[in-house]
């Protein structure tokens, strides 16, 4: 990057920047395309449209030009519209590097800054070189860690000396994730299940599966139905029980076997190579086959800690972890506050990954306390109900056999019990731990001093039992699925657990 | 634990009233549009909406009492704690030196009748940001006040 353009320490983008942003020519094309169908003359209206977005990509990339000072990242860009952004290094949180497939080819990375609860106040350098790339990480948040009075209290080992030493110098990898663990992932996740399901439906809609093919090689053609196998499969029950078996049984292994190849097949993609890597009071993951991603945390800024087990995956030991992380703008993606620590890992190997989180964590030390047992009851009346609705509506509507579903009951109670089993939380201060779920349980852990608010909520059910659950907030919760809560505990214990964090918390003063 | 400032039962039932009479509004538009563009007359017209007329009033002027009835809060030297709920309840509690910024902000009915609402800002995604409805706007003010000076003196 070493160019006539770099004149006081001003940089600007890869040369290849217009190349990859021309893909918005076929927007262009297309508008074009569109103002012709309108009426006018056609090639005229494409070549203006096209000339006007390919000036404008050329212009915006002379006009993109980008510094590092002592303090600051500066940023001046914008075609129409000038604009100069100045991000102090201070609010840099991290920088994270991305490149898709053709960005690989080319050398080339997105190079995003992170700032800290920025409202859109982020840098987003589109592209720059591999090394580019590497420089701004570096010189961007190894010099600003120092200045962080929380990453200090958290690294006794942080000693100004570490100023100096950039931070590729210092990181050493924790764990590498391997092709076969990568398989296992796959294999056990429950997207299997979901991607089975899908691969069912949209055959049945839109037929795109070889399943006629497969199906004519078991089953003598006079019985084959015209339509799509799934829907032939359901004529033939009419006519032929073996052959339906067959069909049922073929279509079921296919089925099977297709969605968890898939399964599979994205898992490996996804986190091919995923490496955890620790640098100061750094965390840095990078992973992907083609668009291969490379994120970095700092331990001072996790809001709390995700431990995923699948019912699969608890049979077999293993589990998959993540990590929340606040000081993303409130723009950003869900997905994209948490970050994967793992995509698999030995249960016997968590306490390892904790301990790289929260130094100090004792995962092996945590005594679990149970939910109310009343929460059982409450389990099983919230399947009961389900059972007896829809027995009563069978028997109403289809006759009184159906009240023989009522005795699905005893396996619901079963299932309530198990469940009990799964519910629970452990206030081992300095952390928070809560765990619920039965088919696929979540442990959250969450540092005292990230709790923001504690709630205590009871629906009408709840009430009459006299349990609630308690709601740990923290920053940067995404909306996909329920915080770190503790579900149905007794009324009284839970308003006494809500009152000794919220002095817990108080305890640990304010952090920011 | 304190309860609000009774006034904000009227703000409440007024707020409620309103609801209802553009809820009436829209639906006796859609009701008098389809009856007359497509000749559905399923019901007499003007019963959709003067269902929503009665629902609308009973439930604008009888909840208001309840919901003030079980709203409580309290800001005590380290914490604030809210209980409200009449079929749900909660029951928060923002430890106070995890308060980022203190608001209060007042619609012109709330003016009207002298009454604010205190935001508490902490830095949670969803939920954490609590809010007391019904103050008198010169508690209000005092309790915004006393807030962030505690936020001064812990830094």
């Known amino acids: ?512 | 634990m304190n309860p609000l400032d009774p006034r904000v039962v009227a703000v409440w039932r007024l707020t409620g009233l309103l609801t209802a009479a553009i809820l009436t509004a829209a639906v006796g538009v859609f009701d008098y549009w389809v009856i007359a563009r497509f000749d559905l007359s399923l019901v007499a017209p003007g019963v959709a909406a003067g269902m929503v007329v009665i629902l609308g009033c009973a439930l604008s002027l009888l909840w208001p009492p309840l919901r003030y009835r079980f709203w409580h809060w309290d800001v005590r030297p380290d914490r604030v704690l809210i209980q409200k709920g009449v079929v749900w309840r909660s029951r928060s509690v923002i430890p106070r030196v995890r308060v980022q910024h203190v608001d209060t902000r007042s619609s012109p009915l709330q003016r009207w009748f002298g009454l604010s609402s205190l935001i508490i800002y902490t830095a949670g995604t969803r939920g954490a940001d609590a809010e007391i409805p019904g103050l008198a706007a010169e508690e209000a003010e005092a309790l915004r006040e006393q807030l962030a000076r505690v936020e001064e003196l812990d830094e």
């Open chain 1, 1 to 512: 990057m070493s160019s006539p353009d770099e004149q006081g320490g001003w940089r600007r983008l890869h040369p290849v920047t217009p190349l990859l942003r021309s893909v918005q020519l076929l927007y262009a094309f297309l508008i074009g395309a569109v103002a012709a169908r309108l009426g006018g003359p056609t090639v005229l209206v494409l070549v203006v449209t096209i000339g006007a977005v390919a000036l404008w990509i050329t212009v915006g990339y002379l006009r993109y030009r980008y510094r590092v000072t002592e303090d600051s990242l500066i940023i001046h860009h914008g075609v129409l519209f000038r604009q100069r952004r100045v991000i102090p290094r201070s609010r840099i949180q991290n920088v994270d590097l991305r490149a898709g497939l053709l960005q690989q080819i080319l050398g080339v990375v997105t190079a995003r800054a992170e700032t800290a609860g920025g409202q859109g106040t982020e840098a987003l350098l589109h592209v720059v070189s591999r090394e580019e790339g590497e420089r701004l990480k570096e010189t961007l948040v190894a010099l600003r860690a120092p200045l962080d009075s929380t990453v200090q209290m958290e690294d006794v080992e942080a000693t100004p000396s570490m100023l100096v030493v950039p931070t590729a110098a210092r990181e050493t990898v924790l764990r590498r994730v391997s092709l076969g663990e990568l398989v296992i992932a796959g294999a056990t996740s429950n997207r299997a299940s979901l991607l089975v399901a899908a691969l069912l439906g949209g055959d049945y809609f839109l037929d795109f599966m070889p399943t006629d093919w497969l199906l004519s090689r078991f089953i003598p053609p006079e019985l084959m139905a015209p339509e799509t196998a799934v829907k032939g499969l359901v004529q033939m029950a009419q006519h032929n029980v073996q052959a339906f078996l067959i069909g049922l049984f073929v279509l079921t292994l296919f089925f099977g076997l297709a969605g968890w190849a898939i399964s599979i097949l994205t898992s490996v993609m996804r986190y091919f190579d995923f490496t955890i890597a620790q640098g100061g009071g750094e965390l840095r993951v990078s992973y992907g086959l083609l668009t291969r991603r490379e994120k970095g945390f700092r331990r001072s800024r996790v809001q709390n800690v995700q431990i995923e087990e699948s019912i699969l995956r608890r049979w077999l030991g293993l589990a998959s972890l993540r990590v929340q992380t606040a000081g993303y703008g409130p723009g950003v993606k869900a997905d994209e506050r948490v970050e994967t620590l793992t995509p698999i890992t030995r249960t016997g190997e968590i306490a390892n990954y904790l301990s790289a989180v929260f130094p100090g964590f004792d995962w092996e030390a945590v005594e679990w306390r149970p939910s109310h047992p009343r929460a059982r009851q409450r389990l099983f009346i919230r399947r009961a109900l389900v059972i007896v609705l829809v027995s009563v509506l069978l028997a109403t509507f289809q006759g009184p056999w159906g009240l023989l579903l009522l005795v699905a009951l005893a396996p619901a109670w079963f299932l309530a019990a198990a469940h009990y089993h799964h519910l629970g939380h452990a206030p081992s201060d300095p952390y928070v731990l809560t765990r619920e779920g039965l088919w696929t349980r979540r442990t959250h852990i969450v540092p005292t001093r990230k709790i923001q608010s504690l709630h205590l909520r009871q629906s009408p059910f709840q009430r009459r039992l006299g349990l609630g659950t308690l709601a740990i907030e923290t920053a940067g919760n995404p909306y996909e699925w329920h915080g770190p809560r503790s579900v149905d505990v007794g009324q009284a214990y839970g308003v006494d657990l809500q009152e000794t964090l919220a002095s817990d918390v108080t305890k640990t003063g304010p952090v920011f």
